[in-house]
């Protein structure tokens, strides 16, 4: 069978039983994703496992593994990757949110910089912070925030939201050292400073738009904050009307958050400063290990879930609300967890199908416009499984050889366009969709408006400033 036709018929399979069976969308999507690997031949599974680099022997066992266990490797896949990290973040939440923090934070942001410069601070706020590190973990450490401003002025609660995403999410495709954008310099052999100069400048464009429509989408739609597991919105009312002397310090409050952010991006930085192991000396052998275990992001949030804990402790010193505070952050975990697994297992399964190879055979057999081409390749494999660095990927496959007569301007510009393609289209087959949808209360509409669309309208305005700036500065 087709991989598109698998692909329309698991994407139908997920609406119907969300949208129509009212079912959990963990079983809906676990449901589409074994409907999707029972369509999938094992020529199809075998394809795509040689297409990804695999010896043909895996390959070849891959293709006869059994639907349950190829699913159930998705699921873990997933799982392994988020998994500790929405654990350590939900603590680190709840801690923040219950011991009076998140509040502590949001007071001193105001005063800095005023209520109505607030949006625009944590929009360039988690562009930043998403430069050195993962768009999940910004977002896992900023939503607290969000909350507890939220319920200062629950109108602009939709606002605060989407300033975080918009943000943070375009740094992840566009400026390395994430993977994308770093595998993408690395491919197209692009200098490395030129590539974060370029999706500095793109990515502060995208933002702006991000940041236009976000206005836009709040005066339109009304986006009620909602209680969530880990904590009720009466909760977070109590907190926000504390006196300053019944909160906890501004450092210790901030250092949850600040701590994982210093430890990854020291890492990062690191590592791309002292490049070779073999070329450095002992103390910096030494600094580099500390920073590369530290630095990783499940033993950075464990270190700040940890502190986080110590300063609820701090607050409450009461075993029995203590232990309550941290049974309901992991129940809350533990559903979100599920959902995003889940998605992310419906997405693999997807990408089993070789709908990524069958997209770039498409491609081959039509000849357009270099970007907006390399931009609708991304777009449609990011849409198809749901995984951006996997579209930036299969995008540079097909773009390396259709380039081969050489380009009219810097392929930087290629590789922006491909950046803001694997921003459409965010739905049901993402994890990130499912993280953003559970930790903020939103419905699936509500997530569709102020989370898919967004990217929507930023990875759209990319495309046409690289096209414009392609043409006035080539730089070639």
Same mark, same amino acid.
């Given at each position: 069978?087709?991989?598109?036709?698998?692909?329309?018929?698991?994407?139908?399979?997920?609406?119907?039983?969300?949208?129509? &069976?009212?079912?959990?969308?963990?079983?809906?999507?676990?449901?589409?994703? =074994?409907?999707?690997?029972?369509?999938?031949?094992?020529?199809?599974?075998?394809?795509?496992?040689?297409?990804?680099?695999?010896?043909?022997?895996?390959?070849?066992?891959?293709?006869?593994?059994? /639907?349950?266990?190829?699913?159930?490797?998705?699921?873990?896949?997933?799982?392994?990757?988020?998994?500790?990290?929405?654990?350590?973040?939900?603590?680190?939440?709840?801690? &923040?949110?219950?011991?009076?923090?998140?509040?502590?934070?949001?007071?001193?942001?105001?005063?800095?910089?005023?209520?109505?410069?607030?949006? =625009?601070?944590? =929009?360039?706020?988690?562009?930043?912070?998403?430069?050195?590190?993962?768009?999940?973990?910004?977002?896992?450490?900023?939503?607290?925030?969000?909350?507890?401003?939220?319920?200062?002025?629950?109108?602009?609660?939709?606002?605060?939201?989407?300033?975080?995403?918009?943000?943070?999410?375009?740094?992840?495709?566009?400026?390395?050292?994430?993977?994308?954008?770093?595998?993408?310099?690395?491919?197209?052999?692009?200098?490395?400073?030129?590539?974060?100069?370029?999706?500095?400048?793109?990515?502060?464009?995208?933002?702006?738009?991000?940041?236009?429509?976000?206005?836009?989408?709040?005066?339109?739609?009304?986006?009620?904050?909602?209680?969530?597991?880990?904590?009720?919105?009466?909760?977070?009312?109590?907190?926000?009307?504390?006196?300053?002397?019944?909160?906890?310090?501004?450092?210790?409050?901030?250092?949850?958050?600040?701590?994982?952010?210093?430890?990854?991006?020291?890492?990062?930085?690191?590592?791309?400063?002292?490049?070779?192991?073999?070329?450095?000396?002992?103390?910096?052998?030494?600094?580099?290990?500390?920073?590369?275990?530290?630095?990783?992001?499940?033993?950075?949030?464990?270190?700040?879930?940890?502190?986080?804990? =110590?300063?609820?402790?701090?607050? /409450?010193?009461?075993?029995?609300?203590?232990?309550?505070?941290?049974?309901?952050?992991?129940?809350?975990?533990?559903?979100?967890?599920?959902?995003?697994?889940?998605?992310?297992?419906?997405?693999?399964?997807?990408?089993?199908?070789?709908?990524?190879?069958?997209?770039?055979?498409?491609?081959?057999?039509?000849?357009?416009?270099? /970007?907006?081409?390399?931009?609708?390749?991304?777009?449609?494999?990011?849409?198809?499984?749901?995984?951006?660095?996997?579209?930036?990927?299969?995008?540079?496959?097909?773009?390396?050889?259709?380039?081969?007569?050489?380009?009219?301007?810097?392929?930087?510009?290629?590789?922006?366009?491909?950046?803001?393609?694997?921003?459409?289209?965010?739905?049901?087959?993402?994890?990130?969709?499912?993280?953003?949808?559970?930790?903020?209360?939103?419905?699936?509409?509500?997530?569709?408006?102020?989370?898919?669309?967004? /990217?929507?309208?930023?990875?759209?305005?990319?495309?046409?400033?690289?096209?414009?700036?392609?043409?006035?500065?080539?730089?070639?």
């Amino acid at each position: 069978m087709d991989p598109i036709l698998i692909l329309l018929i698991g994407t139908a399979v997920v609406l119907f039983c969300i949208i129509v &069976l009212k079912l959990h969308a963990v079983v809906s999507l676990l449901f589409a994703a =074994l409907v999707t690997g029972f369509l999938t031949s094992p020529d199809l599974i075998y394809h795509y496992a040689i297409h990804s680099g695999i010896s043909a022997h895996e390959a070849e066992v891959m293709s006869h593994m059994s /639907l349950g266990k190829r699913l159930a490797t998705a699921f873990g896949n997933t799982s392994g990757k988020i998994g500790i990290l929405i654990a350590f973040a939900s603590v680190i939440g709840m801690s &923040l949110m219950r011991s009076g923090g998140a509040e502590r934070i949001v007071r001193s942001l105001l005063g800095l910089f005023g209520k109505k410069n607030t949006s =625009l601070a944590l =929009l360039t706020g988690s562009f930043t912070l998403a430069i050195p590190v993962f768009f999940d973990t910004v977002f896992y450490l900023m939503i607290p925030i969000v909350k507890s401003m939220g319920v200062r002025n629950p109108r602009k609660f939709g606002l605060y939201l989407m300033t975080i995403i918009a943000g943070g999410v375009m740094a992840h495709s566009l400026v390395p050292p994430t993977p994308g954008p770093l595998f993408v310099a690395q491919e197209m052999k692009i200098d490395l400073g030129t590539m974060i100069l370029a999706g500095i400048v793109i990515g502060a464009i995208t933002v702006a738009a991000g940041y236009a429509y976000s206005l836009w989408a709040t005066k339109k739609w009304d986006l009620p904050m909602r209680d969530t597991p880990d904590i009720s919105i009466e909760n977070l009312k109590e907190y926000s009307a504390r006196e300053n002397k019944d909160l906890p310090g501004l450092w210790i409050s901030y250092l949850p958050i600040l701590l994982p952010i210093l430890l990854i991006t020291g890492n990062t930085i690191l590592n791309m400063i002292y490049g070779g192991y073999d070329s450095i000396n002992t103390t910096q052998k030494i600094v580099l290990n500390i920073f590369s275990t530290l630095g990783d992001a499940n033993i950075a949030l464990a270190v700040s879930a940890a502190i986080a804990l =110590l300063l609820l402790w701090s607050r /409450l010193k009461d075993v029995k609300q203590f232990k309550k505070f941290i049974y309901e952050s992991l129940s809350s975990a533990g559903i979100i967890i599920l959902i995003t697994a889940s998605g992310g297992a419906f997405g693999q399964i997807l990408q089993q199908t070789g709908i990524g190879i069958r997209i770039e055979e498409l491609a081959g057999n039509y000849q357009m416009a270099i /970007l907006p081409m390399a931009f609708l390749i991304t777009a449609a494999v990011r849409t198809a499984q749901g995984s951006a660095t996997v579209a930036m990927v299969t995008a540079i496959g097909v773009m390396s050889g259709l380039v081969t007569a050489g380009l009219s301007f810097h392929p930087v510009y290629l590789a922006m366009a491909i950046g803001c393609g694997s921003k459409i289209f965010a739905w049901m087959n993402d994890s990130g969709y499912w993280i953003i949808s559970k930790m903020s209360g939103m419905e699936q509409k509500e997530t569709i408006r102020h989370f898919s669309v967004l /990217l929507v309208v930023m990875g759209l305005t990319g495309l046409v400033a690289v096209m414009i700036l392609s043409k006035v500065l080539p730089l070639v």
